[in-house]
């Protein structure tokens, strides 16, 4: 080979410690770090910066992958695996296609003009070693142009969360260290005042009505009660002594490769270092790792942890599905009814929240909406639900199907669909019944909460759990029915 391998160039640039230096440079800056610790989220700005840190490590990588970078590290590649004698008769060539895309270009045509005439057999290792220089630092430069553009936006990024956390303060109640990381993860978006009265509005409305809170939360600790152990989300992790398959272990010979491992050297290779005028021969395999080796392989023993279900009479943590919250939005919801709804699905997300749990509600009257509020931009989400006016009719049927089709997923498991309306509508067919059912079975569970004295028993009957709620009777009278275990 003329010259070292450039197909790892992006690579080594990008693990130099550059990207360090700039993660190292954010957490430096006095103004960050202090609205970190004011407003209680350290922890959060630190893994929002370390999970920055692998994504624009993969962008800088793929700086390479332009066609300016991608056609003269393929002409590099293809050029230093010729020997002295092909350089010398294609070099001009070599030349004519570095001239409008390549910043050696000026240097390669001084240093062949200075050349002119002598084949010197050491000039192809120099002019490809110097060509080598060039791409890693123009592969440099432009890394440092990716990584300093995505500095500036990463850095107005934790300023917006700060600023939508700070505004937030009034509206959500402090909550533990991993509710406050889940609500960080979701202020990407800018809310305006708009945005942060309808929140506070559904917030003072759950602190006014303290049955609408409890429902909540006894639907919150329904996903922790299933007894699946299929369902526990964290094994337990003991050290185990395991066997792996090592190229430094040297149970058996497989066969030949080219490296530098001196141990492993063929004895024909030493036949260089017998003559002084071959001896440089040597030299260059060892250091173009191109000397003929054995190659072995066998089993090495490492003690690693190692994760596994085990019986234990302890409480375990049980991997807790999403909610999925159907709002009815008929014009017959309009007024407080509308009100309680939102305040109650305001009221679920924050319970995903502190359980690490996805929340979704879907609005349905004439047509149904779709939002995710604990999405990177929930907050958004959460505001644009909350400042929809109720109207139309009342189609439970096609929420309903959407919902089982969701649930019938991977992700959806040990899940809690929680439908909020006044039922006033007819009874589902029993091909949807059965569907249910069919959920029933694989541990999801099925919920109303009903606003209206008026509900159809018929209709709500389908559910696990039932409870109403009375915004017009004195005392707010709360109560909760179960249909079936």
């Given amino acids: 080979m003329l010259g070292a391998d450039g197909l790892n160039l992006a690579l080594m640039v990008a693990d130099s410690g550059i990207i360090d230096s700039a993660v190292n440079d954010l957490m430096g800056r006095s103004q960050v770090m202090m609205m970190a610790e004011k407003r209680g989220i350290k922890t959060s700005v630190k893994n ?61 045509r001084r240093m062949i003009e200075k050349n002119k005439g002598v084949n010197n057999p050491m000039f192809p ?15 440099k430069q432009a890394q440092v142009s990716e990584l300093e553009e995505n500095k500036e936006k990463v850095l107005n990024d934790l300023y917006q969360r700060m600023e939508t956390m700070r505004n937030m303060e009034n509206v959500t109640q402090s909550g533990d260290e991993e509710s406050v990381g889940r609500l960080w993860d979701m202020a990407a978006a800018k809310l305006s005042k708009t945005d942060l009265t309808v929140m506070k509005r559904s917030a003072d ?29 964290a094994p337990a992790e003991e050290l185990q002594m395991v066997e792996e398959k090592s190229e430094e272990a040297t149970d058996d010979i497989v066969g030949i490769h080219e490296s530098d491992d001196l141990n492993k050297l063929l004895p024909n290779e030493t036949m260089f270092l017998a003559y002084p005028e071959l001896e440089v021969v040597f030299y260059k395999h060892l250091v173009d ?17 190692v994760k596994a279900h ?31 709804a939102k305040a109650m699905a305001y009221a679920l997300m924050q319970i995903a929240l502190a359980e690490q749990r996805d929340c979704y509600v879907i609005i349905f009257s004439t047509e149904h909406i779709t939002y995710e509020l604990t999405r990177q931009d929930g907050l958004r989400e ?21 919902s089982i089709d969701l649930m019938n997923s991977d992700k959806y498991k040990n899940a809690d669909m929680v439908v909020i309306s006044d039922f006033i509508a007819p009874k589902q067919q029993d091909e949807l019944l059965a569907k249910v059912d069919a959920l029933k079975a694989k541990k999801n569970r099925f919920h109303a909460i009903s606003l209206s004295k008026y509900g159809n028993p018929a209709l709500m009957s389908m559910f696990d759990h039932t409870w109403s709620y009375h915004p017009n009777v004195v005392g707010r009278l709360f109560k909760q029915v179960s249909n079936r275990s």
């Fill in 382 to 402: 959460a505001a644009d639900f909350l400042t929809y006016s109720f109207h139309g009719g009342t189609d439970l049927e096609p929420t309903l199907i959407k």
């Fill in 289 to 305: 790792k191109r000397l003929m080796n054995y190659r072995t392989q066998g089993k090495s023993r490492t003690l690693r942890k």
């Fill in 205 to 233: 409305l759950l602190k006014k009505h303290k049955g609408l809170q409890d429902i909540a939360e006894q639907l919150g600790r329904m996903a922790g009660q299933v007894n699946d152990p299929d369902l526990n989300r």
């Fill in 125 to 139: 290792h120099y002019f490809c070693d110097q060509w080598y220089q060039s791409l890693a630092e123009a592969i």
């Fill in 48 to 108: 929002h910066l370390l999970k920055w840190r692998g994504n624009v490590k993969k962008r800088m990588t793929k700086v390479c992958e332009t066609e300016r970078f991608q056609q003269e590290l393929a002409l590099y590649q293809e050029v230093i695996y010729w020997d002295e004698n092909e350089f010398f008769e294609r070099v001009d060539d070599v030349i004519k296609q570095l001239e409008w895309h390549s910043a050696f270009y000026m240097q390669a």
């Fill in 310 to 340: 085990k019986p234990d009479h302890k409480s375990v943590d049980v991997e807790k599905g999403p909610f999925i919250v159907c709002v009815d939005a008929s014009g017959s919801m309009s007024g407080f009814p509308e009100q309680c």
